[in-house]
């Protein structure tokens, strides 16, 4: 039976380093932690070199006191901010990789936690481990703020022994997938403000200003109006009588029942059915339809390329993929391929019945599976897609400037002819005169 060399901590955070006989480095690992161990490194005999306990590691450490509230409950359950967990992340990777035992990396990181919730998660977590449960059970215990892949790529790590590695490409992930997400919401916050500019000049146009002219016309007496004043001059009477309900403006109602709308529409869009329409409709608009599925696409490589590299087995990394996909045309059909590989059948194939995912993309998940690179050929498919999803957004952006800027001009422009169109008819009869 061969010898594997280990490096582990006990539940006090102290390194020890040694040998143990057994059948696979998974036996090895699972003989550790059933003595209590947790395992840092795990080496066959032979086939590598383990680093020794690092200085200053071995020494206990006092945990990290708890985030409390108000009664003294700890502060976890709820959610934290992508941003912040990448952050953590991140640093939980460089602790560990710099030799510091994980229950002393979560004291350490909960002690110096600005985040309340994160704070006592993370301190509910350094207690988990110390009772004796692994890292990935003890995440699986706050599914708000870890989610599968992040509990199943922990789990592999553990199992493969290479937790600091698996936390690195996780925060690497996590920090990429942001940083897509970002440039979409950026391109989309440019338009959503002129919309809200252009909306708010005319709502006061038509509610302060375009009544005083009317007035002004009326006391003059002047000529019949032109068709434009007609219709700028009808639509503010309109927001400003009471037609609809008593002593209740109908600019009132009107904002009422869009807003009903839009939450009657989001509360359908929470349903099963709403939200395949939704996600369809998504993948199917000009322009906003094309980011969209290069973005999914992206995630979806993303995601299964660095599940398979951490050690994920494939149909449980197409699972998790599937769950974490962010649009339902998407998720079907990544499941259609989960049975398809179940079967025993290529992962090509169903991709390509799909219609959902480009030629490329196939053509080089083909080659991967080919030459036995798929999880590197997936990494290189979501960097191509990242790169296409920044220029079509920096590409949007800069058509969207000026449509925008025009349609605002053409809104206001409008209103203000309309109202001095008269008053220069006004004033050439007078001149006439």
């Not at 904002?255 to 939200?275: A, D, E, H, P, Q």
């Amino acid at each position: 039976m061969p010898q594997f060399q280990f490096t582990a901590a006990d539940a006090k955070g102290e390194q020890t380093s040694g040998t143990v006989d057994a059948s696979s480095e998974a036996d090895a690992i699972q003989q550790l932690r059933s003595q209590g161990y947790y395992p840092l490194q795990v080496v066959e005999a032979g086939k590598g070199k383990i680093a020794g306990p690092k200085k200053g590691a071995a020494k206990k450490g006092k945990a990290a006191p708890v985030a409390k509230k108000k009664g003294g409950k700890a502060t976890t359950g709820g959610r934290v901010k992508p941003k912040i967990l990448m952050i953590f992340t991140r640093q939980l990777a460089t602790l560990i990789d710099s030799g510091l035992p994980l229950l002393r990396g979560l004291t350490v990181l909960a002690k110096q936690e600005p985040n309340p919730m994160l704070r006592g998660t993370l301190s509910a977590l350094a207690d988990s481990v110390q009772s004796g449960s692994t890292f990935s059970e003890a995440l699986a215990q706050h599914p708000k703020i870890f989610n599968k892949l992040y509990v199943n790529m922990v789990k592999a790590g553990e199992l493969g022994g290479v937790l600091e590695i698996v936390l690195v490409r996780l925060a690497e992930y996590q920090e990429k997938a942001h940083k897509l997400k970002n440039k979409i919401v950026s391109a989309m916050v440019y338009p959503v403000i002129v919309m809200f500019i252009a909306v708010a000049i005319l709502v006061f146009l038509m509610l302060f200003i375009v009544p005083k002219f009317e007035q002004m016309f009326q006391e003059m007496g002047s000529a019949e109006l032109p068709m434009i004043s007609q219709v700028v001059f009808g639509t503010s009477k309109f927001f400003i009588s009471a037609s609809l309900v008593p002593f209740v403006p109908n600019i009132v109602w009107i904002f009422l029942i869009i807003s009903v709308i839009g939450f009657l529409g989001n509360m359908w869009g929470k349903t099963k059915k709403g939200r395949r329409v939704i996600d369809a409709l998504k993948l199917k608009l000009p322009i906003f339809g094309d980011i969209q599925r290069k973005s999914a696409v992206a995630r979806f490589s993303r995601t299964l390329g660095t599940l398979v590299t951490s050690g994920v087995p494939i149909l449980q990394a197409l699972n998790i993929t599937r769950d974490t996909a962010g649009n339902v045309v998407i998720s079907d059909a990544i499941e259609k391929v989960h049975e398809a590989v179940k079967e025993g059948e290529s992962i090509v194939t169903p991709m390509n019945a799909s219609g959902v995912f480009p030629n490329m993309v196939t053509s080089m998940v083909d080659v991967g599976e080919e030459t036995g690179q798929l999880p590197e050929m997936l990494l290189k498919v979501a960097d191509v897609y990242d790169d296409e999803v920044d220029n079509a957004v920096t590409a949007l952006t800069s058509i969207l400037e000026p449509i925008m800027i025009v349609m605002l001009a053409l809104v206001v422009g409008a209103v203000v002819f309309a109202l001095f169109l008269p008053l220069i008819k006004v004033i050439s009869t007078m001149g006439n005169q």
